[in-house]
């Protein structure tokens, strides 16, 4: 938050700062907003693809089981 003023707030002698303070802000933010957002959203993507692989499994395992308990 310090880095706020230094990027939006030129005054005296910051000619040379403002350019660090925008960069460190941005690279913050998209930061920020890639971790609270973006990798929950591809994590949940590729989870769900397993998850759905892993019902059809258990699926077929109980057709089978109540295949062979109807045989006996």
């Known amino acids: 938050m310090s880095l706020v003023p ?3 707030f030129p005054g005296e002698g910051t000619e ?3 350019p660090i ?3 460190v802000f941005g690279g913050m933010t998209f930061g920020s907003m890639m971790t609270l957002f973006v990798m929950p959203i591809i994590y ?5 693809k397993d998850e759905r692989r892993k ?7 109980d057709e089978r089981a109540a295949a062979r308990a109807a045989k006996d």
Do not use: E
């Open 44 to 48: 949940y993507l590729f989870n769900r």
């Open 6 to 8: 230094m990027a939006f």
């Open 55 to 61: 019902v059809a499994a258990q699926k077929r395992i």
């Open 16 to 18: 040379g700062l403002q």
């Open 21 to 23: 303070g925008l960069t």
